[in-house]
């Protein structure tokens, strides 16, 4: 069974950084592709980014490009996302997604995600 574990969101002020991670198990790591996504109340959730299973093409939305980075360590399945510069709109609950289809992966399709981990961003 796929467990996805999302750690290091936090509250901070505007202009400050944070790293999630996200653990797995439960599958061969480096056949996935891997994403992080969020969601605020009342909202669907939404890609932030995404990376293949060899950890190349890096695929960002736009508000985050240039201020997140998303890596992935294969001997250690976990996936990061370096949060830089962070903005009151980038408050939301983080999750990280699994899948071996990139297109039903960046779409927010997969079948497999974390329980989530709440980033809170201060002006």
């Known amino acids: 069974q796929v467990q996805l574990v999302e750690s290091g969101g936090g509250a901070v002020q505007a202009g400050d950084s944070l790293r999630l991670s996200c653990e797995a198990s439960g599958l061969t790591f480096s056949d996935y592709n891997m994403g992080w996504f969020r969601q605020v109340p009342g909202k669907e959730r939404e890609f932030v980014a995404a990376i293949d299973w060899n950890g190349h093409n890096p695929y960002y939305e736009a508000t985050v490009t240039g201020r997140f980075f998303i890596s992935r360590d294969n001997a250690q399945n976990i996936l990061f996302l370096q949060m830089n510069n962070l903005k009151p709109e980038d408050t939301a609950v983080y999750y990280c997604?699994?899948?071996?289809?990139?297109?039903?992966?960046?779409?927010?399709?997969?079948?497999?995600w974390g329980q989530g981990t709440q980033v809170s961003v201060s002006s």
């Open positions: 997604a699994a899948d071996l289809n990139w297109g039903r992966m960046v779409a927010g399709q997969s079948r497999d």
